[in-house]
C-alpha cells in the first residue's frame, strides 16, 4: 500500500475521482466503440452518440491526456490498449465496466450508507434489474473465465460425481470444474431472473446436458441432497454472519459423507484492515447490500466447525480470493 507522506498525496487521493469518472462516461457513451478503428473528429462522435458537440471533444481531449485516446489535425482514434479492451465485439473486451460504472451510482451513496448502516438503496443482488443484474454477472463472467480454470485444478474432484453451485451467476466456475471431470453432473442454484441468463452461458458452452438449474432464494430454497461438492463462491459476502452460518449449516445437510464445502471468497486479516481491496470490499457491500460484509477465516472456521465440518483447509487462489475447502 502507498505510504500517505503529504498534503498533496491526500489530495491525489481525493482527485483521483476525476479519471474514473472519465473513463466510465466514455465507456458509458460507447465512444470507443463509435470511433473503432477509425479517425474521427469530435463533431462526428457527438453526432453519433447524440450529444452535444463541445463538451464531446472536451471529454475525448481528457482520454487523450489520459493516454486512452490519440488526437491527429483534429482527428481522434483508439490506442492499442483501448483497441483490444474498450471496443464492443473484441474477444477481449472488457464489459465488466459496465458494472463498475453501475457501482458508480451506487458508491455515491457511501456518506448516507454509513449514517444508516446499509445500503442506502437497497439489495441489489436481490433486485429484479435486468440492466444491473446483466451487467454485473457479465463483469463477474469476464473474471470468471480464468479463475475458474484456477480454481478447477485447486479442487479434488476425482470423487465428485453431483456438485451444487449456490448463486451460480453464468455458471463460469461450475462449467470448469464440468469440464475438468466430465462425469460430474452439476445442479445450479440462483434467482428466477438470473437462471435464463445462466442458460445462455451454458448453452454457449455446449455442456447443457451436464447442467439442472433451481430458481430461488438460496436461503430459503430447498438445495435437494446427495451432493458431493457445494461451492459458494462470491456469495458469503453478500450475507450477514448469522445468515452465512444458517446457509453452511444448511450445505452440509445435503453433502453425502467425505462431501466438501469450498467458500472462494475474500478472507480478511483478525483486524479487517488487509488485503486492503477486501477493505474496499467491504464497503462496497454497505453500498450495495442490507447486510454483507466481508469476513476473517475464523470467522469462516466457526461456521464450519459448527456444522460439523472438519479438514478445513485454507487455499490462496493468486486472484485475490481464497479457498476455505471444509471436508463433512
Known amino acids: 500500500m502507498k505510504e500517505i507522506n503529504s498534503p498533496e498525496d491526500i489530495s491525489e487521493i481525493a482527485y483521483s475521482f476525476r479519471e474514473s469518472r472519465i473513463l466510465l462516461s466514455a465507456f458509458e457513451l460507447k465512444i470507443f466503440t463509435v470511433i473503432s478503428t477509425h479517425m474521427m473528429t469530435s463533431e462526428e462522435v457527438s453526432k453519433t452518440i447524440n450529444a452535444d458537440k463541445r463538451a464531446t471533444e472536451r471529454l475525448m481531449n481528457a482520454l487523450c491526456a489520459m493516454g486512452l485516446l490519440k488526437k491527429v489535425k483534429e482527428k481522434f482514434y483508439n490506442t492499442g490498449l483501448s483497441s483490444k479492451y474498450l471496443i464492443e465485439g473484441k474477444p477481449d473486451f472488457m464489459g465488466n465496466l459496465y458494472h463498475t460504472n453501475h457501482l458508480w451510482k451506487t458508491w455515491t451513496h457511501l456518506t448516507d450508507s454509513v449514517i444508516k448502516g446499509s445500503s442506502f438503496s437497497g439489495d441489489q443482488n436481490k433486485t429484479e434489474k435486468d440492466e444491473w443484474v446483466e451487467a454485473f454477472i457479465s463483469a463477474m463472467h469476464y473474471r470468471g473465465v480464468s479463475q475458474g480454470k484456477i480454481l478447477s485444478m485447486m479442487i479434488d474432484t476425482n470423487n465428485v460425481k453431483k456438485l451444487l453451485d449456490v448463486g451460480v451467476g453464468s455458471a463460469a466456475f461450475s462449467m470448469e470444474l464440468v469440464k475438468k471431470n466430465q462425469s460430474i453432473n452439476a445442479v445450479v442454484l440462483d434467482l428466477p431472473h438470473v437462471i435464463p441468463i445462466t442458460k445462455s452461458y451454458v448453452l454457449q458452452e455446449g455442456l447443457i446436458d451436464k447442467f439442472n438449474f433451481i430458481e430461488g432464494d438460496y436461503l430459503t430454497k430447498d438445495f435437494e441432497d446427495n451432493y458431493d461438492l457445494i461451492l459458494l463462491s462470491a456469495i458469503v459476502h453478500i450475507n450477514s454472519y448469522e445468515q452465512n452460518k444458517f446457509l453452511i449449516n444448511k450445505c452440509a445437510e445435503s453433502l453425502n459423507k467425505n462431501g466438501m464445502i469450498v467458500i472462494n471468497d475474500l ?19 454497505l453500498v450495495g447490500t442490507v447486510s454483507g460484509d ?34 463433512k
Open 294 to 327: 466481508t469476513y476473517t477465516e475464523e470467522e469462516m472456521r466457526k461456521w464450519y466447525t459448527s456444522a460439523g465440518i472438519t479438514n478445513i483447509e485454507r487455499k490462496n487462489t493468486s486472484f485475490g480470493s481464497d479457498l476455505m475447502i471444509g471436508i
Open 267 to 285: 478472507i480478511m486479516n483478525k483486524d479487517r484492515t488487509q488485503p486492503s481491496h477486501g477493505a474496499f470490499f467491504s464497503l462496497n457491500m
